[in-house]
């Protein structure tokens, strides 16, 4: 009877790069009884699936810590899903769950238990406000695995200084036996030779121990297998002194590039401590101090003043302004009140805060970026792919064209053999494919964090490959273009001070949750009125509402219920006319039977918006509105915006406008809330979810904009072509330097000590140029 799979996860240390991950990959695949490995260099994690055989166990461990890793088995709830990727199933990479239920009319409105204010939703469009809920898809988080290095062959600290990792010791002890070899070496000549050779062997050994068992288990042509051989070849030729110090520089290179390649994910790892450990809990009435991860959600803690907060939640009471800077980037603090999001990492500013906790700390807003982040780190682009193929026949071509420079001169034309297999050993040494194999995934690991840092996440390397390539643009309205509710936009007194008509208006819709109701409300606080209270408040069913409201009746309805009740002159039919075709709702307010005044209310383009189309027109980018509102509020907005506008639009009609500009030679990204439009989302090149907060859907998008400014992602498309940018110099460097070594060493004028600089010279270069990019997301989004 066969057994039933199982699947056990280890943290690797010591695991800094692809080259590693593809070693440990082939060795433990190669076991009996293994049936699929999946190997996370970002999170420094192994995940084996293998037939249930317990003695599995020792050989897995026997097998990985022969390659110079250390293993540890992690426990059974560190659940370490395999990393999402673009190519998934359906080959979209998008989530093509149930979102086709939300009724994309035109006018998605959402559902009110009490009859609005009376304000006539037949006859008025609402500006085309889309108030359909929008639920957030929760996915599960991983534990973050703190793997300090984004390349290298065992050579980046995991955790503390360097120079108390196993390489940071190793490369003191070989630099020691170095310089002793050195003074020994001049008090007797005689025995140099002999001295230089047990100072190289203390570098090497490990070395060649690493380089043998990597060959053993099917990765012949490793860097430790060619540093190996060009070392004892030195010895052979007698150039012990350039041997012991070859091995000496390869240390150093190798620890420089682990140290220098940590910072990026340090980046986007030092997120997590924003969270702090601990949160003062309210529980019957008392405050006690628990661990922040203990919180559960539905539990009540209080937020001091200076503090930061423990959880992500919704204001139960109290008001302040927080700085999210630390999480989304955004620099204004932001005013919370009750019923306000609030973030785990943000400091709370003014004044007490009491929190209801909606989310628990494996699946914060910290944590869920993270995952995404490391996830995407893992996700390669096509370029990496290309370069991954690449080195898989270069090393090897290399080697070959060692042993030809080393042989065929002395053979066919009567060279020194001592000459030429030195050159042919420091060709094996210039042969390294480290910096090419690093060159573009140090660029786009830096550029994820940078990018992640200031609210820009995009999954993985072809998201951020692709995103340079885009030459339209297609947004939705409500809530992307626009803040996704209306706001009083005019108050026109007809008879009464426009002051009084929002007075009397705001008196009637208190405690209407309504949009349009609260957008008079939140003028109504905006323009410090004091509301007084109405009595006898009615709601008429589709006509309006009325009540008395000092001592005299008042009526607030659209202009076709107010014309039923009093007549309206030609003046004031034209302005409401001319405001309705500004896209704007209308309702009059009558006093005492007479009327007193207009107020119209519009869904107003977000602050950002003009300038962000005009970033993407900058860069001879088309962009294009898709909604599913009225012809009339859609071009008003887009002539206030100056942008393409297709109106009155289902979402197979986006879809099929998408496929539509794909046909015309586009690349086409499509940006909306990650919810409501998973069919157009699906069939654009990319898919960018807009949120204003960070629970926005990324699950369905390929990349997200958290802080929801449309200036964001013409900084996403620029921070996507200087990556791709700094890809191309990281390859000219890697191979430049080669090629530069590889003429020179040939001719004679370079050997072995610049060929080894010429190895981790250009991965410390490339790794180094890569980090670059950490600052590239701030220049492109101030």
């Given at each position: 009877?066969?057994?039933?799979?199982?699947?056990?996860?280890?943290?690797?240390?010591?695991?800094?790069?692809?080259?590693?991950?593809?070693?440990?990959?082939?060795?433990?695949?190669?076991?009996?009884?293994?049936?699929?490995?999946?190997?996370?260099?970002?999170?420094?994690?192994?995940?084996?699936?293998?037939?249930?055989?317990?003695?599995?166990?020792?050989?897995?461990?026997?097998?990985?810590?022969?390659?110079?890793?250390?293993?540890?088995?992690?426990?059974?709830?560190?659940?370490?899903?395999?990393?999402?990727?673009?190519?998934?199933?359906?080959?979209?990479?998008?989530?093509?769950?149930?979102?086709?239920?939300?009724?994309?009319?035109?006018?998605?409105?959402?559902?009110?238990?009490?009859?609005?204010?009376?304000?006539?939703?037949?006859?008025?469009?609402?500006?085309?406000?889309?108030?359909?809920?929008?639920?957030?898809?929760?996915?599960?988080?991983?534990?973050?695995?703190?793997?300090?290095?984004?390349?290298?062959?065992?050579?980046?600290?995991?955790?503390?200084?360097?120079?108390?990792?196993?390489?940071?010791?190793?490369?003191?002890?070989?630099?020691?036996?170095?310089?002793?070899?050195?003074?020994?070496?001049?008090?007797?000549?005689?025995?140099?030779t002999w001295i230089f050779t047990v100072a190289m062997l203390v570098g090497l050994v490990p070395i060649a121990r690493r380089a043998i068992a990597a060959a053993f288990v099917g990765t012949p042509f490793s860097i430790e297998m060619l540093m190996t051989i060009?070392?004892?070849?030195?010895?052979?030729?007698?150039?012990?002194?350039?041997?012991?110090?070859?091995?000496?520089?390869?240390?150093?290179?190798?620890?420089?590039?682990?140290?220098?390649?940590?910072?990026?994910?340090?980046?986007?790892?030092?997120?997590?401590?924003?969270?702090?450990?601990?949160?003062?809990?309210?529980?019957?009435?008392?405050?006690?101090?628990?661990?922040?991860?203990?919180?559960?959600?539905?539990?009540?803690?209080?937020?001091?003043?200076?503090?930061?907060?423990?959880?992500?939640?919704?204001?139960?009471?109290?008001?302040?302004?927080?700085?999210?800077?630390?999480?989304?980037?955004?620099?204004?603090?932001?005013?919370?009140?009750?019923?306000?999001?609030?973030?785990?990492?943000?400091?709370?500013?003014?004044?007490?805060?009491?929190?209801?906790?909606?989310?628990?700390?494996?699946?914060?807003?910290?944590?869920?970026?993270?995952?995404?982040?490391?996830?995407?780190?893992?996700?390669?682009?096509?370029?990496?792919?290309?370069?991954?193929?690449?080195?898989?026949?270069?090393?090897?071509?290399?080697?070959?064209?060692?042993?030809?420079?080393?042989?065929?001169?002395?053979?066919?034309?009567?060279?020194?053999?001592?000459?030429?297999?030195y050159k042919g050993l420091a060709i094996l040494l210039i042969g390294c494919p480290c910096a090419l194999v690093i060159s573009t995934p140090a660029a786009i690991a830096a550029s994820l964090s940078s990018g992640a840092r200031r609210g820009l996440l995009m999954k993985g390397g072809t998201v951020l490959e692709n995103l340079g390539k885009m030459t339209a643009v297609a947004f939705d309205k409500t809530g992307t273009l626009t803040e996704g509710k209306p706001k009083v936009t005019d108050i026109d007194g007809f008879g009464m001070p426009a002051g009084e008509v929002l007075r009397l208006a705001a008196a009637l819709e208190t405690g209407s949750s309504h949009p349009l109701a609260k957008a008079i409300l939140g003028r109504a606080e905006a323009d410090g009125i004091s509301v007084p209270q109405a009595s006898g408040a009615k709601a008429l069913g589709g006509k309006g509402v009325s009540g008395i409201v000092d001592g005299t009746e008042i009526f607030l309805g659209s202009p076709q219920a107010v014309a039923e009740r009093v007549p309206l002159s030609a003046d004031q039919s034209r302005r409401i006319a001319a405001l309705n075709d500004e896209g704007k709702t209308v309702s009059l307010l009558l006093a005492g039977g007479k009327l007193a005044g207009a107020l119209a209310m519009r869904d107003e383009p977000r602050p950002d918006t003009r300038a962000g189309l005009q970033a993407l027109a900058d860069r001879g980018i088309r962009t294009v509105m898709l909604t599913g509102d009225n012809a009339r509020t859609a071009a008003a907005i887009g002539k206030q915006l100056g942008i393409e506008v297709r109106a009155e639009l289902l979402p197979e009609d986006k879809q099929r406008i998408v496929g539509e500009l794909k046909r015309e030679g586009y690349a086409v990204a499509k940006v909306g809330d990650g919810i409501n439009d998973a069919p157009a989302l699906a069939a654009a090149d990319v898919g960018i979810a807009m949120g204003g907060g960070t629970d926005v859907a990324l699950e369905t998008a390929d990349a997200a904009v958290l802080h929801g400014r449309v200036g964001d992602i013409a900084g996403m498309i620029a921070l996507s072509k200087r990556t791709m940018s700094n890809i191309g110099q990281n390859i000219t460097i890697a191979l430049g330097l080669k090629a530069v070594f590889l003429v020179t060493t040939v001719i004679g004028v370079t050997g072995l000590w610049p060929a080894i600089l010429a190895d981790t010279g250009a991965t410390v270069l490339v790794t180094i140029n890569a980090l670059r990019l950490l600052g590239a997301a701030k220049q492109v989004t101030a």
């Open positions: 009877m066969a057994r039933a799979s199982e699947q056990m996860r280890y943290r690797v240390d010591g695991m800094d790069c692809a080259s590693c991950a593809s070693k440990i990959d082939t060795a433990v695949r190669r076991l009996k009884g293994v049936e699929d490995v999946s190997v996370s260099v970002t999170r420094g994690t192994m995940t084996v699936r293998f037939d249930g055989d317990t003695a599995l166990a020792p050989a897995i461990e026997k097998r990985v810590t022969g390659l110079g890793y250390k293993l540890s088995l992690m426990p059974a709830n560190s659940s370490v899903p395999v990393a999402a990727n673009k190519d998934d199933a359906c080959g979209c990479g998008h989530d093509h769950s149930d979102h086709a239920g939300h009724d994309h009319s035109g006018h998605d409105h959402e559902h009110h238990d009490h009859d609005h204010a009376g304000h006539d939703h037949s006859d008025h469009d609402h500006s085309g406000h889309d108030h359909a809920s929008h639920g957030t898809a929760k996915s599960a988080v991983v534990a973050n695995a703190n793997v300090e290095g984004l390349h290298g062959h065992d050579h980046g600290p995991s955790s503390g200084p360097w120079w108390k990792s196993g390489k940071g010791k190793l490369t003191i002890a070989a630099g020691l036996a170095l310089a002793v070899a050195y003074g020994i070496g001049k008090l007797v000549p005689g025995y140099e060009a070392a004892i070849g030195a010895v052979i030729i007698g150039a012990t002194e350039e041997a012991a110090a070859v091995v000496f520089l390869f240390l150093i290179g190798e620890l420089l590039e682990g140290v220098a390649a940590g910072k990026a994910r340090a980046s986007i790892q030092s997120l997590t401590a924003l969270v702090p450990k601990t949160a003062l809990l309210e529980r019957e009435g008392k405050i006690s101090e628990v661990q922040a991860e203990t919180l559960a959600v539905g539990a009540i803690i209080m937020v001091r003043p200076g503090d930061r907060i423990p959880a992500d939640g919704i204001v139960v009471s109290g008001e302040s302004a927080v700085d999210e800077a630390p999480v989304t980037g955004e620099s204004v603090p932001v005013r919370k009140e009750p019923d306000s999001k609030v973030y785990a990492g943000t400091v709370n500013s003014d004044a007490v805060l009491r929190v209801r906790v909606t989310a628990a700390a494996a699946d914060n807003t910290i944590a869920r970026v993270v995952r995404l982040v490391e996830e995407a780190q893992e996700s390669k682009a096509p370029t990496e792919r290309f370069i991954d193929r690449f080195s898989k026949y270069y090393t090897p071509g290399v080697v070959v064209f060692a042993a030809l420079v080393a042989v065929i001169p002395p053979l066919a034309m009567g060279g020194a053999w001592d000459e030429w297999i």
